[in-house]
């Protein structure tokens, strides 16, 4: 029922910036986590950054300091910017929450972004 809708992947050249945007198709109450992983061609997903919904964030080694994870809690919309990209940045970005449906909710729910390319490049 509820996706996760991603935007804001494309070219970019080295050096430069980008900022991903992950957001739900459909009304949720909250954001638990939330996590930002990316697949290149001929790898496995990792890891990339992560962060509590009022919490602190974690990265990469690979990323940190040049990516910043965040959310908007208002609108239960991800992000995250990027700055000082390299070629080895080039990958399919997947946006992964953990959410609460709604007040009553219990326990959370897991939702999949359905990626979107990044591509570093001159």
């Known amino acids: 029922q509820v996706q996760l809708v991603e935007s804001g992947g494309g070219l970019v050249q080295p050096g430069g910036s980008l900022s991903l945007s992950c957001e739900p198709s459909e009304n949720i109450f909250a954001i638990y986590d939330e996590a930002w992983y990316r697949q290149a061609p001929g790898n496995q997903r990792e890891f990339v950054a992560s962060k509590l919904s009022f919490g602190s964030a974690t990265y990469a080694e690979s990323v940190k300091g040049r990516f910043t994870i965040s959310n908007d809690n208002a609108k239960n919309t991800v992000l995250l910017e990027m700055s000082s990209l390299k070629p080895e940045d080039t990958a399919t970005y997947y946006c992964?929450?953990?959410?609460?449906?709604?007040?009553?909710?219990?326990?959370?729910?897991?939702?999949w972004g359905q990626g979107t390319q990044v591509t570093v490049s001159t």
């Open positions: 992964r929450i953990r959410a609460y449906r709604s007040a009553s909710d219990a326990t959370v729910t897991t939702y």
